[in-house]
């Protein structure tokens, strides 16, 4: 069968955000739904917070396998695959008859969700022009305010009409929908991810990439609490479901809009730190969690509006930090950043359920401000390694530069060494051996003492790290 034409950038960031939606749906509304399926399953917070934390576990266990699948099979492949997971997990999910089966709905969602960030990135990373990037991200990561937006209003608009099955019903529908889309379509390749025609990234230093995902999952922690339990805490609060889900609906909607905002920034300010600016609006929405955390409704109103418009509008900011860097191995860096994302949206809800279980709502938002905290004081210092380590490897470029000063084209670097690669001592000897006894084509005059390539550090994907700094 011949495949048909690839999407384009406008269909590729589509299928992302589609899929990204899709990938999280699950989870979303479960929390948007709480209060129904609370009274039909008989089960508690602490058994919400378990069913939302399911999803982001196996996310966060397998995301960085995953991610390597992605890059080996392609992103169309891995949207595809995406979307039939989503389909199966939300269709377990509604026709669910036990919390039990609940859980094994959300484990396949987890696998879908694992699929489709690497997935997205690295479709993204393929037909979006650099200059377009941040845009493009942060219309991508809208899919987390749209789960929540979809949720809100499957409340008021499907669950107490039709009742809460018939949510997860038409998600699947719209799963199936893109599974066949993504299957008799291909993305495009328009650039190489791999051999010498591919080009160059500046990478991620490890420790620093390992920084951004602590932080990530300490950030997601706080906010993925708030999607899954902002609903149960607003009716408790005194707002009754309808008006809590409205509330859920028009909060995440404000996070949407806020996300494309700040991606486009990032276009047209690119010299700017994306990581100073996520550090600084995870410090605002502390405040967003300390309102939320003081009960009236007004106060709660207040504090879901800031902590989803500032507290919550990160993600694609971190998410096009990395990608920036590591184009050529978008989907394995994303696996290295989806661990800590997953893993910290699996803890939050667990233990923020727990947390109110065993005390109040107060105190529960009261802990995640605090937590949402110590994720901005994280990236600061995920920033200051980054800098720090291409500072250093730019130094280490200047000393080897300046060492071959003088030097005769005999004891010159070969031209045919790959720049991501330093031959070892004895393969330098074995080479300068080599040129010896060969004639050389070129006269020293026209053989620059300055081609010797700068060392460089290895991202998770094998991506050269020059010293660049951030």
Same mark, same amino acid.
């Given at each position: 069968?011949?495949?048909?034409?690839?999407?384009?950038?406008?269909?590729?960031?589509?299928?992302?955000?589609?899929?990204?939606?899709?990938?999280?749906?699950?989870?979303?509304?479960?929390?948007?739904?709480?209060?129904?399926?609370?009274?039909?399953?008989?089960?508690?917070?602490?058994?919400?917070?378990?069913?939302?934390?399911?999803?982001?576990?196996?996310?966060?266990?397998?995301?960085?396998?995953?991610?390597?699948?992605?890059?080996?099979?392609?992103?169309?492949?891995?949207?595809?695959?995406?979307?039939? !997971? &989503?389909?199966?997990?939300?269709?377990? *999910?509604?026709? @669910?008859? +036990?919390? /039990? =089966?609940?859980? $094994?709905?959300?484990? #396949?969602?987890?696998?879908?969700?694992?699929?489709?960030?690497?997935?997205?990135?690295?479709?993204?990373?393929?037909?979006?022009?650099?200059?377009?990037?941040?845009?493009?991200?942060?219309?991508?990561?809208?899919?987390?305010?749209?789960?929540?937006?979809?949720?809100?209003?499957?409340?008021?608009?499907?669950?107490?009409?039709?009742?809460?099955?018939?949510?997860?019903?038409?998600?699947?529908?719209?799963?199936?929908?893109?599974?066949?889309?993504?299957?008799?379509?291909?993305?495009?390749?328009?650039?190489?991810?791999?051999?010498?025609?591919?080009?160059?990234?500046?990478?991620?230093?490890?420790?620093?990439?390992?920084? !951004? &995902?602590?932080?990530?999952?300490?950030? *997601?922690?706080? @906010?993925? +609490?708030? /999607? =899954?339990?902002? $609903?149960?805490?607003? #009716?408790?609060?005194?707002?009754?479901?309808?008006?809590?889900?409205?509330?859920?609906?028009?909060?995440?909607?404000?996070?949407?809009?806020?996300?494309?905002?700040?991606?486009?920034?990032?276009?047209?300010?690119?010299?700017?730190?994306?990581?100073?600016?996520?550090?600084?609006?995870?410090?605002?929405?502390?405040?967003?969690?300390?309102?939320?955390?003081?009960?009236?409704?007004?106060?709660?109103?207040?504090?879901?509006?800031?902590?989803?418009?500032?507290?919550?509008?990160?993600?694609?900011?971190?998410?096009?930090?990395?990608?920036?860097?590591?184009?050529?191995?978008?989907?394995?860096?994303?696996?290295?950043?989806?661990?800590?994302?997953?893993?910290?949206?699996? *803890?939050?809800?667990?233990?923020?359920?727990?947390?109110?279980?065993?005390?109040?709502?107060?105190?529960?938002?009261?802990?995640?401000?605090?937590?949402?905290?110590?994720?901005?004081?994280?990236?600061?210092?995920?920033?200051?390694?980054?800098?720090?380590?291409?500072?250093?490897?730019?130094?280490?470029?200047?000393?080897?530069?300046?060492?071959?000063?003088?030097?005769?084209?005999?004891?010159?670097?070969?031209?045919?060494?790959?720049?991501?690669?330093?031959?070892?001592?004895?393969?330098?000897?074995?080479?300068?051996?080599?040129?010896?006894?060969?004639?050389?084509?070129?006269?020293?005059?026209?053989?620059?003492?300055?081609?010797?390539?700068?060392?460089?550090?290895?991202?998770?994907?094998?991506?050269?790290?020059?010293?660049?700094?951030?």
């Amino acid at each position: 069968m011949t495949s048909a034409q690839p999407p384009g950038p406008g269909g590729t960031l589509l299928q992302a955000v589609t899929v990204t939606t899709l990938g999280v749906l699950p989870a979303f509304l479960v929390g948007a739904l709480a209060v129904q399926i609370r009274a039909d399953l008989g089960i508690g917070p602490a058994e919400m917070g378990m069913a939302a934390a399911t999803l982001f576990a196996v996310s966060g266990i397998f995301a960085r396998r995953l991610g390597r699948l992605v890059q080996r099979i392609g992103a169309a492949k891995g949207v595809a695959a995406s979307a039939i !997971l &989503a389909a199966t997990s939300l269709t377990g *999910a509604g026709l @669910a008859p +036990s919390f /039990g =089966v609940l859980i $094994v709905a959300l484990v #396949v969602g987890g696998l879908a969700n694992g699929l489709a960030q690497p997935a997205a990135n690295l479709g993204i990373s393929r037909a979006v022009s650099p200059g377009r990037l941040g845009l493009a991200f942060g219309i991508k990561q809208c899919s987390i305010p749209a789960a929540g937006l979809i949720g809100g209003l499957a409340v008021p608009g499907i669950a107490l009409v039709l009742g809460w099955r018939y949510a997860f019903a038409f998600g699947a529908v719209l799963a199936v929908s893109l599974a066949l889309w993504a299957g008799f379509r291909t993305q495009g390749t328009s650039r190489p991810t791999t051999g010498p025609a591919a080009p160059a990234d500046r990478g991620t230093p490890r420790r620093g990439l390992v920084l !951004l &995902a602590i932080g990530a999952g300490l950030a *997601a922690a706080a @906010a993925t +609490s708030m /999607g =899954v339990f902002l $609903v149960d805490s607003a #009716v408790e609060s005194g707002m009754s479901p309808a008006a809590a889900g409205y509330l859920f609906a028009g909060a995440a909607l404000l996070g949407l809009l806020i996300r494309i905002a700040l991606g486009a920034a990032m276009d047209r300010f690119p010299q700017r730190s994306p990581y100073i600016l996520v550090a600084n609006l995870l410090t605002i929405g502390v405040a967003g969690y300390v309102l939320l955390g003081l009960g009236s409704p007004s106060a709660f109103l207040a504090g879901a509006l800031l902590a989803y418009g500032a507290g919550w509008t990160w993600p694609g900011l971190v998410h096009f930090a990395v990608v920036r860097d590591n184009r050529q191995g978008a989907a394995s860096a994303t696996g290295v950043l989806q661990t800590g994302l997953s893993l910290g949206a699996a *803890a939050g809800p667990l233990l923020f359920g727990l947390l109110v279980a065993a005390t109040s709502y107060r105190t529960a938002w009261l802990a995640a401000a605090v937590v949402a905290l110590l994720a901005a004081v994280t990236f600061r210092l995920g920033r200051r390694t980054i800098r720090a380590s291409r500072a250093t490897s730019q130094a280490a470029a200047d000393a080897a530069s300046d060492t071959t000063q003088g030097a005769g084209p005999e004891n010159a670097p070969r031209a045919d060494i790959p720049r991501d690669s330093i031959q070892s001592e004895a393969g330098q000897r074995e080479a300068t051996r080599r040129d010896a006894t060969t004639p050389h084509t070129t006269s020293p005059q026209t053989t620059s003492p300055h081609a010797a390539p700068p060392p460089v550090s290895t991202s998770p994907g094998g991506i050269p790290t020059k010293g660049n700094p951030s």
